[in-house]
């Protein structure tokens, strides 16, 4: 069973009008998120892990230090299919609901939430990802290097912001820190958010 490569959750021209140019995607999804995808097939290919699911294969892989390169690759095409998801034309904003409660409960509220955040995304050396996650019923922000995930840290995740340079050349050259803030603006899909904490 090879692994696949889900369709973007929106048209490659989508995120225009909200700081995402098409190139961006063209490169990012059509190139990078399915160089990911295709190594791992050749990596995967006639093992045992061929028919494991790529949650299995991220967590067997990242125990084996001989598979660092199937960790890599599973882990970017799981990281980058949650990432689209996160992403919504006329997203950003605030949450509602259960989320906004339990954000303002956990980091005492949303400005500080987002300082957190964003603070985390752009203090990531180099590159890697930024996170919400749930951490046994506690919600909170933590950064990984490269391609590592909170699956590895049996944390769940809620919400990710790539910063890997490729994430946001294009539309931000190499301004990190107005690509964090138009993400949080602009873009963040609260409604995927919510259901990952729901779920």
Same mark, same amino acid.
């Given at each position: =069973?090879?692994?696949?490569?889900?369709?973007?959750? &929106?048209? =490659?021209?989508?995120?225009?009008?909200?700081? =995402?140019?098409?190139?961006t995607? #063209?490169?990012?999804?059509? !190139?990078?998120?399915?160089?990911?995808v295709?190594?791992?097939? !050749?990596?995967?290919?006639?093992?045992?892990?061929?028919?494991?699911?790529?949650? #299995?294969?991220?967590? $067997?892989?990242?125990q084996?230090?001989? %598979? +660092?390169? $199937? &960790?890599?690759?599973?882990?970017?095409?799981?990281?980058?299919? &949650?990432?689209?998801?996160?992403?919504?034309?006329g *997203? *950003?904003? %605030?949450?509602?609901?259960d989320?906004?409660? /339990?954000?303002? %409960?956990? &980091?005492?509220?949303f400005? %500080?939430?987002?300082?957190?955040?964003?603070?985390?995304?752009?203090?990531?050396?180099?590159?890697?990802?930024?996170?919400?996650?749930?951490?046994?019923? +506690?919600?909170?922000?933590? !950064? +990984?290097?490269?391609?590592?995930?909170?699956?590895v840290?049996g944390?769940?995740?809620?919400?990710?912001?790539?910063?890997?340079?490729?994430?946001?050349?294009?539309?931000? /050259?190499?301004? /990190?820190?107005?690509?964090?803030?138009?993400?949080?603006d !602009?873009?963040?899909?609260?409604?995927?958010?919510?259901?990952?904490?729901?779920?």
């Open positions: =069973m090879a692994f696949t490569q889900p369709a973007l959750p &929106f048209a =490659m021209d989508a995120l225009e009008p909200y700081g =995402m140019k098409a190139e995607f #063209e490169y990012h999804y059509g !190139k990078h998120h399915k160089a990911y295709d190594n791992l097939n !050749k990596l995967t290919d006639g093992t045992d892990l061929a028919d494991k699911s790529l949650e #299995e294969v991220i967590q $067997i892989s990242f084996d230090s001989a %598979k +660092t390169g $199937i &960790f890599n690759n599973a882990a970017q095409v799981w990281n980058h299919s &949650f990432f689209w998801n996160c992403l919504k034309p *997203g *950003g904003g %605030k949450p509602s609901g989320l906004a409660a /339990r954000i303002d %409960k956990d &980091f005492g509220s400005d %500080k939430f987002k300082e957190e955040f964003a603070n985390a995304a752009a203090t990531q050396f180099g590159s890697g990802w930024a996170w919400l996650v749930d951490d046994g019923g +506690t919600l909170k922000v933590m !950064k +990984t290097p490269n391609a590592e995930n909170p699956l840290h944390k769940k995740a809620l919400l990710t912001l790539d910063v890997w340079e490729h994430a946001y050349y294009i539309d931000f /050259r190499n301004a /990190r820190p107005a690509f964090i803030q138009n993400f949080l !602009k873009l963040v899909n609260w409604d995927f958010v919510a259901q990952n904490l729901a779920a």
